[in-house]
């Protein structure tokens, strides 16, 4: 049974902040209009699918006080709650329903899919807006003066007009350049906010709102104890992800890399009954594609894929559109490759498939902990250079000075601050290392992000949102290893791992890409790496089953391609280390388009005025230094392009 919406508005009436005990008002309309004072919850719901076929908006209204966006796999619920898929049509909703009145959060908790949810208690008194812990799908809410206001798109909670510049919010313009450390509850706009993965949005009557965590990841309890189980084990939760997605809307559109972890998506989708299109994006001519699009292409082939390739050429040469805002959503998306998502919803829209996939969050959630991995596989042969393929020493001063613990932290004003030398800083490390600090195993922000053009303010502020990233992931295994009973001096297996899945499912961008192409065209983007039950058993993997190696070398993702390389994909996929080169489709972009960016990255650029692009890099913008940082050009040019584009008026 898979229920399946696209997007959801409601408001709330709260005199003094709290909500009133009030019958709910219910509104099946698809437009969530202001009620008067003293009336219920408005709920405006999206259309609704049950196994594919839309519901109407009669059996959709019977469960009034329940809405969703996303899709939801219910085949594990109770039997007394829902009714199979061969009874009345709605009868899913409705049983849903039921189970939150009586459950509330522990519902939540084992429901499985990408959702969030809003669901008003029986009596009216009680509103909860929910986004589960695996979440891409994103939550908006405000209030607007005795008004508690919620939608699945932010924009619809800017009132009837289009967002203005006076809209955004300026503070966290550096996180969405870098796609780094944007807060996860902050939004592109001042006052409205996210709602962060496994948290709760609650409005009782009589109380404020509040949010709450009501769920976060919890690592398998058995870890595999070889890596063939650790193969086996991921597999088979990586099918039972897809087919959780494809049970009854089997047709899907892979965006595929050529990479493994597409590639075992590929597998597992073309093992079913549906017909499957793997979209492959190129870039006719340029040194390295080609390899990409025959590796990409053999993998299609062999997993029973049609094959679509892509030619993002069109968009990046002399005058192309690349970086321009589409007509069809307000929001900016940065990441490469731009106009991908777009072609690949409306491939999805043309074929009559409901998702559009990817392998996103393969590398987050089989991250080893940078660093830390490498000391707990190698153990002492880490002291023998023809294993580690340096001097300990140089293997010691090389991870103090990637690690957060290595230097002092950074503080607004004063960039990522290590006093005190290499060799402080790798008796800081060892120390830190040695004391069980949990940022150990997490890599400093100048080592995963490189913000080309910032001012130092600006750059600081991205270092800061990261630390405070950090330190959620440790909060959030140190809870985890206080419900198991382990000591809280041992580090925490996993961190790197949680920290960069939080960094995702907390991404702009992605929710971006969702809200312009899918939302409208009812498409979902999905992963089958975001299971919950997939993150949770790679989480428990120890750092042996993540990485292999010796000689100086690193096999990342070891379970991963232990489980589909030679197996179930053409030989030589698994051991492609070098891949997807679409980094080169933006900076192609930015070197035929040179003085277009020129253009725009002025001093008098919105970028520069709001302190986040530095003057002194704008006039040392030439050629060659485009040529070098392309990517990163192009995504200053997107926001720039996005601010200029909003009317003031």
Request: proline letters at 6%; charged letters at 20%.
């Amino acid at each position: 049974m898979q229920l399946t919406a696209f997007g959801m508005a409601g408001r709330a009436h709260t005199p003094g902040g709290a909500l009133l005990d009030t019958p709910t008002a219910y509104d099946a309309t698809g437009t969530a209009s202001p009620r008067a004072a003293g009336a219920g919850p408005s709920l405006s719901q999206g259309p609704v699918y049950e196994n594919g076929a839309a519901l109407d908006g009669a059996r959709v209204e019977r469960a009034g006080r329940i809405q969703f966006t996303g899709w939801l796999d219910l085949s594990a619920l109770p039997e007394f709650l829902l009714l199979d898929s061969g009874r009345e049509p709605g009868a899913a909703l409705t049983g849903l329903q039921r189970l939150l009145d009586l459950r509330g959060a522990e519902a939540v908790r084992r429901l499985r899919g990408d959702f969030v949810l809003a669901h008003v208690a029986p009596d009216g008194g009680r509103l909860t807006l929910y986004r589960a812990v695996n979440a891409l799908t994103p939550l908006f809410w405000t209030q607007d003066g005795e008004s508690l206001l919620w939608a699945a798109d932010p924009a619809r909670l800017l009132g009837d007009r289009p967002p203005r510049l006076s809209d955004v919010d300026t503070d966290v313009l550096p996180m969405l350049i870098a796609e780094r450390g944007m807060p996860d509850d902050r939004s592109w706009f001042t006052g409205v906010r996210r709602l962060p993965p496994g948290s709760a949005l609650v409005l009782e009557s009589g109380r404020r709102p509040r949010v709450e965590t009501f769920d976060e990841f919890r690592p398998h309890e058995n870890p595999p104890r070889t890596i063939d189980e650790a193969a086996d084990g991921l597999r088979e939760r990586l099918a039972r992800a897809c087919g959780r997605m494809l049970a009854h809307e089997p047709d899907a559109v892979l965006m595929l890399s050529g990479g493994i972890d597409s590639a075992a998506v590929a597998h597992e989708i073309g093992s079913g009954p549906g017909r499957a299109m793997g979209l492959h994006f190129t870039l006719e001519g340029f040194p390295g594609f080609d390899s990409d699009r025959e590796a990409a292409e053999s993998v299609a082939r062999a997993c029973g894929l049609s094959w679509m390739p892509y030619d993002m050429s069109k968009h990046t040469r002399a005058g192309g559109d690349y970086i321009d805002i589409p007509a069809t959503g307000a929001l900016p998306q940065t990441h490469v490759p731009l106009r991908g998502i777009a072609a690949a919803v409306d491939l999805a829209e043309a074929a009559g498939a409901r998702f559009v996939l990817s392998g996103l969050l393969a590398d987050q959630i089989l991250a080893h902990d940078l660093q830390r991995g490498l000391f707990s596989v190698a153990g002492p042969a880490i002291l023998d250079p023809r294993v580690a393929g340096e001097p300990v020493w140089q293997t010691l001063a090389a991870a103090a000075k990637t690690s957060f613990a290595g230097g002092a932290p950074a503080t607004a004003g004063q960039g990522t601050g290590r006093p005190g030398g290499k060799a402080l800083a790798t008796a800081r490390y060892l120390y830190r290392l040695l004391s069980g600090d949990p940022t150990t195993a997490l890599p400093d922000r100048d080592a995963i992000v490189h913000p080309v053009g910032f001012t130092e303010d600006a750059g600081a502020r991205v270092t800061l949102a990261l630390r405070e990233a950090a330190d959620r992931a440790r909060d959030s295994l140190h809870s985890t290893m206080e419900r198991g009973g382990w000591s809280r001096r041992r580090l925490p297996q996993g961190i790197t791992s949680l920290f960069m899945l939080g960094q995702s499912l907390s991404t702009a961008n992605l929710q971006a890409a969702w809200i312009n192409y899918a939302l409208p065209k009812h498409r979902l983007i999905s992963t089958p790496f975001a299971d919950r039950d997939v993150v949770e058993y790679a989480l428990a993997l120890p750092a042996r089953h993540r990485i292999g190696f010796g000689h100086g070398l690193t096999v990342d993702k070891f379970a991963l391609r232990l489980a589909y390389a030679d197996r179930a994909v053409p030989a030589g996929i698994g051991h492609r280390m070098q891949q997807a080169r679409i980094d080169s489709i933006s900076a192609m972009f930015v070197n035929q388009n040179v003085e277009a960016c020129r253009a725009l990255l002025t001093p008098d650029s919105l970028l520069c005025r709001t302190g986040v692009l530095s003057r002194t890099f704008v006039d040392g913008l030439t050629p060659a230094r485009v040529h070098r940082n392309g990517e990163e050009i192009a995504r200053l040019c997107v926001i720039e392009r996005w601010l200029e584009g909003l009317d003031d008026a």
